[in-house]
């Protein structure tokens, strides 16, 4: 297996499973470093539907039956782009078949499922097979840089985290029913769905860990229109939190599918002793800057320079990425790793803190009290 | 009385003083329709310091002991501009003179003197003397106009009110020891100073009451110099506050002195149910507006054009206004309401409501849970 | 004469007249280390509303015959508010009474008038009386820092200079012909109103000497309505020019009253070798700067800290000033100058520059070639 | 030749060749309704080089010899990434062995070898052989909003075009020689690079010709460090003109290479009768609108929306597109035309037009005099 082109399936072929179809296209023209990949099956229910993608992203087959692809000895590293209700059965599945895993986040829909996953993640560390959890606006260049200047020290010690991630597409109370919409299929809302990465965010580039959740949620529109008349909308449209961390940090959280003329917007301010940085994922090749050097303003940094992260491999300077090119990023990353025999990360144990966190915003939420964490979350799995 | 020029008393020539003696001295070159004011006196505690500041900024006399003045027969109207924890007693005793008062904001250090301030306005208002708090933000143009689109529906309901008053002066550690960073002079650190504008905000841009809180506050820099060395800070440099309103909002609220970057930055963003506004102090001549009328997009809008609030007062189209104009609106607004019998706004309830959110964040964030406030507040005074 | 105040007397009281008025009541009580002043009399043709103007402006007194108020010998400076073609008359009497004179921009409308005031200019000066031309925005307080880090080499030698002055109160064909768009009254339309601005920015900025134009203009509304019908526009709309200059920098230089969407735009970017400068006049608190120090980007600063140009004269960081706050710094460096026995800036040979350089843009548009500028143009006057 | 896919030949792999693979390489996957292609040979001079980057790029096959490729039965596609002084040959080889050309912008780098090419597409055309000029950033999906308002009438007729194309990567003298610096090699500097491009957009949004053309050019650093010792630079590094064209616009150009803080800021303002349009490519996702519905103010649009151009083959709103989608965009284009048997946009004959105006520009500069155009260029071929 040294030498040939790892053999990657992705299960499911909507939204991600075509952002991801397109990294795995494009990871070798841009990273022709990292191992090679081949594309050997896209999955998904419909089996016309899914020989039609496959065909359109460049895949070798594709197949309706996760599992049986599972079985196959040309696939190397499974890419699990399902709704979170499924990603426990088929990440661990696929972990326990020797497969190399990467699945989207949230890492799961509660925190059972993935307490679970990360014992099954460990259990095939132990055996070299590799996991990781799709957090791919780690691989945003411009927060990556953000990580290397808080960790180089250039804003001192973190004290204050703003985070926000704001879109509208539910700001139209007539806008229908989905399953995104029901507790059972999606978990949670916005909260699993936006804050997920937020709080990712939040230990990526603090390396804090969250001790304590203040937290309030909101469903705004509380019935939509369904097939068959008005349905009851059983997650949250918004929420709010105040996150404290064992690093002295206190983070704001602010989250909503509701915030009319937010198309997209993660926003993120970090405040340190001698500095800060912003972002917003709306602009995501920017990345703003204050500290001793910038003339007592904020510096608007355009992160496509040499040196910054990933854009090397890019175009020269000035010309911008798009958002995909995060799981272009995201591919490298874990082909890297798996080539180099370290642990890929965001590992599931990251995945399980983030879910502890959200868990924690609900039932702060829900009693209306301040929630305490224990630090060592992942060391008791 | 009914044609001389009102006498107006400013109490305190510091950083307030200074604004509030430009306004007094400007108001009838912008706004020529209000009653006539004489800037008649200038009060301060040091003869030397107030005598020097009354010539600079245009009063005819100054004085030391403002109880005095309460008893001259030409001022007619006492601006107070003196530290929080001497409100209650001079804007009393001003309004038990008979005189009109200018309180400057937040309306008191503590619950019991906001209350007894309501007392004594109520008492004086029935007798024709008027009252009214220093929150100037609501004469900042954009923040008018932003409230006239609100009250109009062209947002629609509120749901969400994002509130950050974020400065960085007390950023640096090693920044001195003041009567600011005491508990027993200030009352509150960010909370009374920043919050109360932000608070207000809240009310004015909604028309809601806050019906619950919940809060943490922080005190990142525990001790400063002092002339004697180290003191403890016994205010708080940052809060952050959940609130939900009687109007169904939720709003975000955060302030600190320690965001590094952020010289004086009062941003607020506004989701409603067909749009949003947006604002920030640092560019106070602008709101964002996005509504059905915006091609999808949000509009960065100059609120200096005819018919916007305030500014036919002043220059042409895209001459922009400073911080400072604010307070000549106030003046003029005031100067209206006394001239028309009315009683200006925002009134001592509306500084005592402000209070009782910002007791509420205290009490929430001592408590680690939730405050529910009653929503007749004022009322029960 | 030595320790009374200076008397002033502001001639015109419209836009302008109402600006300077605002200048001179307030900068005592910002500047209280300049000379101090007397607001003796405002003059205008209309006794009764130049009397009601005086009256809400704060000035002593009102008059309508400007020669008579130049015998008075309360007065000591003549602030000249007045449209364009008639600066000279006044100007130049008003100096030869021995009278300092701030005269508005631009200088004259035509090339022989200015020569003729720099005459009189320099024959007054000879007598220790001052004369300075208000081009006020040298007293913007972020162009005032750009110039000083021009002056400090921290862009290094300036390469390229981007000018652009747009509005866009004439985009509507409908809009009435005033006397501004009259040739014989106004001299020029964009070209002398926002052209002269941003030639005076380019040499205060840089120091240099414009040495050749090639330039356009061009009326892109033939005709307005008038009071008897449609009338002819005799000036330009708009103006576009390219400037060499003796210092080695190309400048490009538009100008526009009919650029919809841009109230009042004055932008200027300046490209060194090493960095680079740019502001917004709808902006005028923020300064935007590349250089080494930038991380490669571009800070937006607040220029309202503690040692910028003005500004503490005025409140704390963030604090942002208005657009009239330029005429408060105009008086108050003139008024130093006077107290110093210092020639103010800039001199009316300044303003004989720009209108050279606004003949030499006229006279490139008519004969669609370059014309070259001798460089020693006030020399020769 | 009907159901078989296309194949194409890419000539050139560097910066060039390698946006054009991966346009070739997604054009499928994102746009599955045009003719599917076949990505059959990547060409370049050095054999070990081109098969490593058709291997990272996903070529079948590599070839050194451009010429034998042309006979190849299975190659439908020329797409020429050369540098411009090879573009004439290879283009009209292609054409003439009854291949469709994407020739890379500019058209060449001289007028008559234009206009051989337009004359060889003439004839191809009448053969059915396509071609077009790779002005890629009509594809930006906000241009090509921008296009769509102007067309439909919603800012109204035009009448100011700003453009200006600024990069700062020759900013520092002691940047190396290249053959981008060399007359023989480069044809120009900054003119054939970046002014190719804005003025396409110029003649692209308005549909206007140019008429008369008032330039200068400059070149700030003379000579560079070659391999040899220091060479002269004979190109420019900036350029600046103004435009007059057919539709009674005028349009202010400005570009460069030295403009320090500027990576690639192709920026561009249309100012029209009833409102204006804004773009900058270094936010290439946003269009900035003012027009009778946006408040007064400036709209920033996300052009990600539906029904936006482009944008419904990518992702849901407010998820950003990068710089190389509009090679997508433009394989997209060329194979629909293809497809449809109609002839692709922009035409050679456009590139055509746009050398002629920088053909002007350069005669203008030197000359130090308005040139004028005649109007029907393509015509006179």
């Not at 945003?140 to 960790?151: D, H, N, Y």
């Not at 990465?197 to 705004?220: I, K, N, P, W, Y």
């Not at 500290?291 to 040196?307: K, Q, Y």
């Not at 924690?360 to 799995?381: H, I, M, N, T, Y």
Request: glycine share 8%.
């Amino acid at each position: 297996m040294s030498t040939r082109p790892l053999g990657v399936a992705v299960i499911g072929h909507s939204f991600m499973g075509k952002a991801h179809s397109h990294a795995w296209r494009s990871v070798g023209a841009f990273f022709p470093d990292v191992p090679a990949v081949r594309q050997a099956v896209l999955v998904g229910r419909d089996a016309a539907r899914v020989a039609a993608a496959a065909t359109a992203y460049g895949w070798e087959s594709s197949a309706t039956d996760w599992r049986e692809v599972l079985t196959r000895d040309d696939v190397d590293l499974v890419d699990v782009c399902l709704p979170g209700h499924l990603h426990a059965e088929v990440a661990e599945a696929a972990l326990a078949a020797g497969k190399h895993v990467l699945c989207e986040k949230p890492l799961a829909n509660d925190l059972a499922e993935a307490e679970s996953m990360v014992r099954s993640a460990r259990l095939a560390r132990s055996a070299g097979v590799r996991s990781t959890v799709g957090f791919n606006y780690r691989r945003v260049p411009a927060l990556a840089l953000a990580r290397e200047l808080v960790a180089s020290g250039q804003i001192g010690a973190v004290r204050e985290v703003r985070l926000a991630y704001l879109q509208d597409w539910l700001t139209d109370a007539a806008a229908p029913m989905t399953w995104r919409l029901r507790r059972e299929t999606a978990g949670s809302g916005a909260l699993g769905d936006l804050a997920s990465h937020a709080v990712d965010q939040l230990r990526f580039l603090t390396g804090h860990e969250v001790t304590s959740v203040s937290a309030t949620t909101r469903t705004f529109v509380a019935q939509r229109p369904g097939p068959d008349g008005p349905e009851p909308v059983t997650v949250d449209d918004a929420a709010w939190a105040t996150l404290e961390t064992d690093g002295g940090a206190v983070s704001s959280l602010e989250v909503s599918r509701v915030a009319a003329g937010r198309r997209n917007s993660l926003t993120i301010e970090v405040y340190g002793e001698h500095g800060s940085l912003g972002f917003d994922l709306e602009r995501l090749n920017e990345l703003r800057v204050h500290d001793r050097d910038t003339h007592g303003g904020t510096a608007t940094v355009l992160v496509t320079d040499p040196g910054h992260p990933y854009v090397d491999a890019w175009w020269p300077p000035g010309h911008v990425l798009g958002w995909e090119h995060t799981f272009v990023h995201q591919a490298a990353d874990l082909l890297r790793a798996i080539g180099d025999g370290t642990d890929p990360t965001p590992s599931f144990e990251d995945g399980l803190e983030v879910q502890r966190v959200l868990s924690a915003v609900e039932q702060s939420a829900a009693d209306g009290r301040r929630v305490v964490l224990s630090p060592a979350a992942a060391a008791a799995v």
